[in-house]
C-alpha cells in the first residue's frame, strides 16, 4: 500500500514543465564574455548617454572586486558560475514597433502559449502589459490610458531616452551597484526591464504587469525595474515569469527598486515559475534576484507579495527600508520547492523611522528532495521609537526526504519596539487527505485544496487575476470555482 | 442497497471485524450499537475505504457495485456518506469552496454540471435552514476553530448538500449536548427518503430516541450478535452491554 506522501511526492515529481518549449525568433547575440568591450557594445547598442555607460562601468569593477569572494552565508553551495562564458545581450531583430501587428508572430505565438494573449488583453482591460521577450519590450499596451493620468509605464530603455532625469534622479538608489555580486553585475550589463512613475496624488488606474520570458540559449537575463510612486501616488505592479525548458543553467540577476514617497503606496506582486529542473536536478534556472523598496517618506506603504515555485535556486529578500515616519512594509510569501530545488527567500524590514510597522507572512512548502529556507532580517534603528514588527513563518513539509529551514534575524536598537515572531512547521495529515476523499476528492485534488488553504493568507494579497494564476501553479485545480 | 457478507478486517495485523452480515436497503435507517472496541467505528471506516484498515475477507456490495474495489473518493461519488466521529479540521480552506469543490466532483461522476454559482447559494441556503446550520459559520475554514458541537453539525450540512444515498453516521452524537442532538437529529428526519437509507452507529441510545431506527443491531467483538426493531435499543439502555454478553456466554456454554 503506497503511503500518501509518497503519492504526493511521486506527483510533484512526475510533473512535467509546462511551459518547456522555444520560440524560434532571429536573434542578435553578443559572444560570450564579460569585459569593458561588452558593456560599451551594450550601452552603445541601445544608444545610452555617457553618465549610464559611466555608471554600468562602476558596476563592473564593484562587479570585479565583489566576485573575488563570492558569498558563502547562504544555505545552499553556490554552483561555479562562469561569467566569462555567459552571453550578455540578446535581443529579437526586428525593432522599433508601432502595433502589435509588427509584432513577430511567433513571439505573440508564445505570449498565446502562456496564456497571455495581448490582443485579449486588451479587451478584458484593467492590466496594462509591457512584455518582455527577452532583452528587449516587444510590445506595450494601453499607454494612451496611462497618458492620460500622467502614468509613465515604459521599458527601460525608454526610460533613459525620454526620461533621463528621472531615471538618473533614481537609478541606483535603493539597491547600490555594489550592493552585492549579483546587483553589481546587473549594474554592468542589464539589459532592459519596467519603468514605472506615477505623479503626485494619481492612484494608477490599472494593474501594471510585465511578463518577462528567458529565451535565449546561454544568456543570462538582467532585467532592471524601477518603480517610483511620487507623493500620495498609488501603483500596483505584477510580476510573472516562465522559462522555457533548458538542459544548461541559466542565470537571472534582475534588480528591482522601489520608491515611495510622503503617503505613496507600492504593491508588487511577483508569480514566478521559472524552469527548475528535472527530477534529478539538472538544469533550471539561478534566480538571484536584489529586490528592495524604500518608504522614503512619512505613510509611505510598501508591499511585496510572492509566489515562488520555479527555478532551480531562487534567491532572494524582497525588503523594504522604512525610513518615513509612520511607514509600513509587508511580506508575503508562499515559496515552494519539489525535487531538487533550493529556496532561500525572506526579506529584510529595516526600520528607521518612528512608529514604522512590518509584517511578514511566510509560507513554505517543501517536496521531494528540495530544501526551502525562510531567511529574514528585521532591524530596528536607535531613532525608530515605536517601531513595530510581526512575523509568522509556517513550513508545510510533503515527504520526508525535503528540508524546512528557518533563520530570522532580529537586530534591535531601540527599547521601545514590539517585535513579535511566530513559526510553524507541518506535514498534511493522512486523514485530513482521507476526509476529503471521502467528500469526493481524489487525492490530487484534496492536496491541491490543502496546500491552496496553507496559501490561502497571502494568496488573498494577490490581484485577482494573479491569484488564480498562483493557484494554479501551485498545482491547484478547483474547477475555476476560486473562493 | 448495502449488502455486507462476512466482511472481516484488521487494522495492524489484529483483526477487529470477524464476519459481519448486514443487509441495508432504501428507505431504511440502521442503528448499529455495541460497546467500545466492538468495531462499530472500524466498520464505518472500512465501508469508507479507509486504508488504514484492511480488508481481510468477505464482501461489500454497493447499489451492485464491488464497494470494496473502490478507492474512497469514488465510494463518495457514487453515494456513499460517513459522517465522522473526529472531523477534521483544514486551514485557510473555506468552507463554501470545500462544499461547491466535493459537490462539483460528486456531481461530474454523474454527469452533471457543477451548479451555477447562484444555484450553489440557493441550495446551500436551503440546506443551512434545514439543519440549523449557523450561516457564518459556512465562511470560515473547514472546522477551524469550531467546538465539538458545530463540526458534527457541519458534517449534517455536508450531508444535507451533498445528497448521499447511503449516509454512515459514526458516532455523530458522541459530545454533544441536548440541543445540538436534536438539531442533528432533526436533520436527519427532514433528510431521510425512500430513496436514501442510514447507518448510524452509536453507544448510546439516546439519539435513537429523536431518529427511530428500522432495525437496531448489536456489534460485539467484530460481529453482528443480535438484530431487532427499536426496541432492542431500549432493551440495551436498560439492561447494559453486559445482557448481550451474558446471553452469549450462556448460548455458547
Avoid at chain 1, 509560507?363 to 531613532?383: D, E
Avoid at chain 1, 496553507?454 to 478547483?478: C, D, G
Avoid at chain 2, 432504501?26 to 484492511?54: F, Q, R
Wanted: net charge negative; proline share 4%; charged share 25%.
Amino acid at each position: 500500500m503506497p503511503t500518501t506522501d509518497q503519492d504526493i511526492l511521486q506527483k510533484y515529481s512526475d510533473q512535467e514543465y509546462e511551459f518547456g518549449f522555444e520560440t524560434r525568433v532571429e536573434m542578435e547575440i553578443l559572444p560570450p564574455g564579460l569585459n569593458e568591450e561588452t558593456i560599451r557594445f551594450i550601452s552603445a547598442k541601445k544608444e545610452e548617454p555617457e553618465w549610464l555607460l559611466q555608471w554600468r562601468l562602476k558596476g563592473l569593477e564593484h562587479f570585479r572586486r565583489l566576485s573575488q569572494e563570492m558569498p558563502e552565508w547562504q544555505n545552499f553551495k553556490l554552483p561555479y558560475i562562469d561569467f566569462q562564458a555567459i552571453s550578455y545581450y540578446a535581443a529579437p531583430k526586428k525593432r522599433k514597433l508601432n502595433s502589435l501587428d509588427e509584432v513577430d508572430p511567433e513571439i505573440l505565438a508564445t505570449f498565446e502559449k502562456l496564456g497571455i494573449p495581448l490582443e485579449e488583453q486588451k479587451v478584458l482591460a484593467g492590466v496594462a502589459v509591457d512584455a518582455v521577450m527577452d532583452s528587449v519590450s516587444v510590445a506595450t499596451t494601453f499607454q494612451e490610458k496611462l497618458k492620460e493620468k500622467g502614468v509613465i509605464f515604459c521599458s527601460m530603455g525608454e526610460a533613459v531616452k525620454h526620461y533621463p532625469d528621472l531615471v538618473k534622479k533614481y537609478l541606483g538608489t535603493v539597491v547600490p551597484y555594489s550592493d552585492n555580486v549579483f546587483a553589481a553585475l546587473n549594474a554592468a550589463v542589464f539589459s532592459d526591464g519596467s519603468f514605472c512613475y506615477v505623479p503626485k496624488g494619481v492612484r494608477c488606474p490599472m494593474e501594471l504587469s510585465t511578463y518577462f520570458r528567458i529565451n535565449a540559449a546561454n544568456t543570462g537575463q538582467f532585467e532592471r525595474t524601477l518603480i517610483i510612486a511620487d507623493e500620495g501616488a498609488y501603483v500596483s505592479y505584477l510580476e510573472g515569469c516562465t522559462a522555457p525548458k533548458r538542459d544548461e543553467n541559466q542565470l537571472h540577476a534582475a534588480v528591482v527598486e522601489l520608491i515611495a514617497l510622503d503617503h505613496a503606496e507600492i504593491k508588487y506582486s511577483t508569480v514566478q515559475n521559472w524552469f527548475p529542473g528535472d527530477k534529478n536536478g539538472n538544469g533550471g534556472v539561478f534566480n538571484f534576484v536584489t529586490k528592495r523598496g524604500i518608504c522614503k517618506g512619512p505613510y509611505a506603504k510598501i508591499s511585496w507579495t510572492q509566489v515562488e515555485t520555479g527555478s532551480a535556486i531562487t534567491w532572494k529578500y524582497p525588503s523594504v527600508i522604512l525610513q518615513g515616519d509612520h511607514s509600513v512594509g509587508e511580506f508575503y510569501s508562499v515559496a515552494m520547492t519539489r525535487n531538487r530545488q533550493i529556496a532561500d527567500t525572506g526579506t529584510k524590514m529595516i526600520h528607521l523611522g518612528k512608529h514604522t510597522r512590518s509584517r511578514i507572512i511566510s509560507k513554505g512548502i517543501s517536496a521531494g528532495y528540495s530544501q526551502n529556507s525562510y531567511r529574514g532580517q528585521v532591524r530596528v534603528g536607535p531613532r525608530a521609537d515605536f517601531a513595530r514588527n510581526f512575523t509568522q513563518c509556517d513550513s508545510l513539509l510533503l515527504g520526508d526526504k525535503c528540508g524546512a529551514h528557518t533563520f530570522p534575524y532580529i537586530d534591535c536598537q531601540n527599547p521601545t519596539a514590539i517585535l513579535e515572531h511566530e513559526a510553524t512547521t507541518s506535514k498534511i495529515a493522512e486523514d485530513q487527505i482521507f476526509y476529503l476523499n471521502q467528500r469526493g476528492l481524489d487525492t490530487e485534488k484534496a492536496v491541491a485544496l490543502i496546500v491552496n488553504g496553507y496559501a490561502r493568507e497571502v494568496l488573498n494579497n494577490l490581484p485577482m487575476e494573479f491569484a488564480v494564476e498562483a493557484q494554479k501553479l501551485l498545482a491547484i485545480s478547483l474547477d475555476g470555482s476560486v473562493g | 442497497m448495502l449488502q455486507i457478507k462476512n466482511l472481516q478486517a484488521s487494522v495492524n495485523g489484529e483483526p477487529i471485524l470477524k464476519g459481519v452480515d448486514l443487509e441495508v436497503k432504501a428507505g431504511e435507517i440502521h442503528a448499529i450499537m455495541g460497546p467500545n472496541g466492538s468495531g462499530k467505528s472500524t466498520l464505518a471506516s472500512v465501508l469508507a475505504g479507509n486504508e488504514l484498515y484492511e480488508v481481510t475477507g468477505g464482501e461489500a456490495w454497493f447499489e451492485g457495485k464491488n464497494l470494496l474495489e473502490m478507492p474512497p473518493e469514488i465510494r463518495a461519488r457514487e453515494g456513499l456518506f460517513m459522517a465522522f466521529q473526529y472531523p477534521v479540521e483544514i486551514p485557510g480552506v473555506s468552507n463554501i469552496n470545500f462544499l461547491k469543490t466535493a459537490l462539483a466532483e460528486i456531481r461530474a461522476h454523474r454527469g452533471l454540471p457543477p451548479l451555477s454559482a447562484k444555484e450553489f447559494m440557493q441550495r446551500l441556503k436551503e440546506k443551512q435552514e434545514l439543519v440549523e446550520f449557523n450561516a457564518s459559520l459556512v465562511n470560515r475554514s473547514l472546522n477551524e476553530g469550531f467546538s465539538g458541537g458545530e463540526k458534527k453539525r457541519n458534517e449534517i450540512l455536508q450531508l444535507a448538500m451533498l445528497e448521499p444515498k447511503l449516509a454512515i453516521l459514526d458516532e455523530t452524537d458522541s459530545g454533544l449536548d441536548i440541543d445540538a442532538l436534536r438539531i442533528v437529529a432533526n436533520g436527519v428526519n427532514k433528510l431521510r427518503a425512500k430513496d436514501n437509507a442510514f447507518i448510524i452507529i452509536t453507544h448510546y441510545q439516546r439519539l435513537l430516541q429523536y431518529i427511530i431506527p428500522d432495525y437496531v443491531h448489536v456489534l460485539y467483538d467484530g460481529r453482528i450478535i443480535k438484530s431487532g426493531t427499536k426496541e432492542l435499543a431500549y432493551e440495551l439502555e436498560e439492561k447494559g452491554y453486559d445482557w448481550i454478553k451474558e446471553s452469549l456466554q450462556a448460548s455458547f456454554s
